[in-house]
């Protein structure tokens, strides 16, 4: 007899450290990044790239160069915090979260390389080693398997009884035979309550702002007298900043208002089906939550964004818990 592999082979613990360690090392870095994206080293960088062939050809500018950083130091942070949180469940054994790895580790790579140096080459490497020949029979069997008989050993043919059979049962005092007893289900643990209200709750409130923000930018972006009192407001304030450069800003923000809605929907809607058991919207809901954590943490100069990183990561937290895998797992 041969048993299917049940425990965690060190290729995919490796890959999941591995993983783990470069996505946080990757955060690090795309946020100073973005903090030091208008330091005197990135600006003389940049000249440099811009004093070479295909810079002069580009026409590119300074503010160009930087804007395209920025965006893609922020567009890091995300994908390293998804691909973190999808690592630590494919390290459980999910198959659908590694096939999420191996979709995100392209994008990942460039947008790394591009504002984070070299620290999410770590993480391709991981995502890499979980496809490995050690690794896929660990991942081509369910944990919770039989053992199988091995091919290498006879198994002797059964023998037919020579009458039927009847499975006996429990027998009452009085005679009559006791029923077997139901499998007890879990109830849904609290942890898993307050995680998917406080989903609900936050997301909403993040969807009606988001929707109704990008509905206000995109008004102005049709009204050119507003858009030039905004800038000449700007000027009295000693802030320099042309009407063109407030378009794209406009255009940017507007943008981002509908990316917060959107996201701000499908948290609410991952909440309502993690209330009802779904461990797909389970994962989804962790996800985004890293998603919200690290957008508030790169934010975190208000009261809202730390009420919104706190909130993110208690939903984390509560249904990552061993019992809400447990409650999830029996659904």
């Known amino acids: 007899m041969v048993l299917v592999p049940a425990e965690q082979p060190p290729v995919v613990r ?3 450290v591995l993983i783990v360690a470069s996505g946080v090392l990757t955060i690090v870095e795309s946020v100073s990044t973005i903090r030091n994206v208008g330091s005197f080293e990135t600006v003389d960088s940049l000249n440099k790239m811009l004093s070479m062939g295909w810079g002069k050809s580009a026409h590119l500018s300074i503010t160009t160069l930087q804007e395209t950083l920025r965006v893609s130091a922020k567009v890091a942070a995300v994908l390293a915090a998804a691909t973190a949180v999808f690592a630590i469940f494919a390290g459980r054994g999910s198959r659908q979260s590694r096939t999420a790895l191996a979709i995100l580790a392209l994008p990942l790579l460039i947008a790394s390389l591009t504002a984070a140096g070299y620290a999410g080459v770590g993480m ?3 995502i890499g080693l979980l496809w490995s020949r050690n690794a896929q029979p660990w991942f081509a069997v369910e944990r919770s398997a039989a053992p199988v008989p091995s091919p290498s050993v006879a198994t002797p043919a059964p023998t037919p009884p020579s009458a039927p059979v009847t499975p006996s049962l429990p027998i009452h005092p009085g005679g009559a035979p006791t029923p077997p007893m139901p499998a007890p289900v879990m109830s849904r643990p609290p942890r898993v309550t ?3 209200v406080v989903a609900i709750v936050l ?4 969807a009606l702002g988001g929707l109704l923000g990008g509905i206000g930018l995109a008004v102005m972006q049709g009204r050119p007298d507003l858009r030039q009192s905004f800038v000449d407001r700007l000027h009295q304030q000693q802030i320099s900043m042309s009407l063109s450069e407030f378009d794209r800003f406009l255009t940017a923000a507007t943008i981002g208002a509908a990316l917060v809605g959107v996201l701000g929907l499908l948290g609410a809607l991952a909440g309502a089906l993690v209330l009802h058991g779904s461990p797909k919207a389970r994962i989804a809901l962790i996800v985004l939550s890293a998603i919200c954590a690290l957008i508030s943490l790169l934010a975190i100069t208000s009261v ?3 009420i ?3 909130g993110s990561l208690s939903v984390i937290f509560g249904l990552g818990a061993a019992d809400s895998a447990a409650w999830f797992k029996q659904r």
């Not at 997301?203 to 993040?206: F, L, M, V």
């Open 14 to 16: 490796i890959a999941t």
């Open 124 to 126: 391709v490497i991981g």
């Open 194 to 196: 307050a995680a998917g």
């Open 203 to 206: 997301s909403t409130i993040a």
């Open 304 to 306: 809202v964004s730390l």
């Open 308 to 310: 919104w990183l706190i």
